[in-house]
């Protein structure tokens, strides 16, 4: 029996056929990663890090993506700027058009001269934000509609702002959890194709208004537990069919496989440290 014969499942109601569509990313090898400051509960400046364990765990990450077929891009990784691993943070993407990052705060400002200079070099028009907004780590493109979060980065002005450069529709979500500041530690796309929406994210990240927003919209989402956002789980990249996430969070990968998609556990242990897993490393370029 080919392995395909012994993988094979029937499709049923409860498992829809999932399909993957490869990706285009770009990421920023940890060369430069430390934590030297705190912007978020995860980060303590007086613990111990390993870059060059930060590094291999990485390059696991970007071997997983080429090894999918994604088109994986890099960005020069610059000295002093310890987060700029964080793709995901640079920018957001449609297109070809990428609205700009403006950090919240100082430490990660200079990053967004730097993603901007990339993606012009790239071809992409480049829009130059008036407002606080920290790219795809809170704006999360689902089918036509942009999910944007707000609360602790990302001001509900960017979102205005999003809503104008791209004339889409644009749903704010507030987050009241610090531990889960940015959208993509809350929430997560599985299935951005129009008409087949699939997200998975943690209710108690959200306020009573996003999450009566959310139940509305997405009433066949998964939802996650604590103890699997608790390890960044929700934090992950998926390209339709296959869900790269952290691997420590075992509820959610029996949660994606019993909803027809294959989970990819990787260990970014060391860029938990600063508060950041999967997709925080990941800037999907989606054009
Ligand atoms: N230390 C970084 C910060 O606090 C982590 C960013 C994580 N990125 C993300 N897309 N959630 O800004």
Redesign the pocket.
Known sequence: MSITDQEEEPASAERPLRTPRARTVLMCRPEHFDVVYR??P??NPGLPTDTSLAVRQWDELYRLYVGLGFDVRLIEPLAGLP?MV?A??GAFVIGNIAYGAS?A?PE?QPEAPAYRAWLRGEGFEVVAPRAVN?G??DFLLVGETILAGTGF?SSSASHREVAEVYGREVLTLRLVDPSF??L??ALAVLDDTPGREHIAYLPPAFDADSRALLAERYPDAILVDGDDAAVLGL?AFSDGYHVVIASRALDFARQLRDHGYEAMGVDLSELLL???GV??CTLELRR
């Open positions: 912007i978020n995860w980060m987060d964080y995901a943070n950090f705060y990660r920290e795809e780590g980065r500041y940015h993509d530690t934090n600063g508060g950041g997709k925080c």
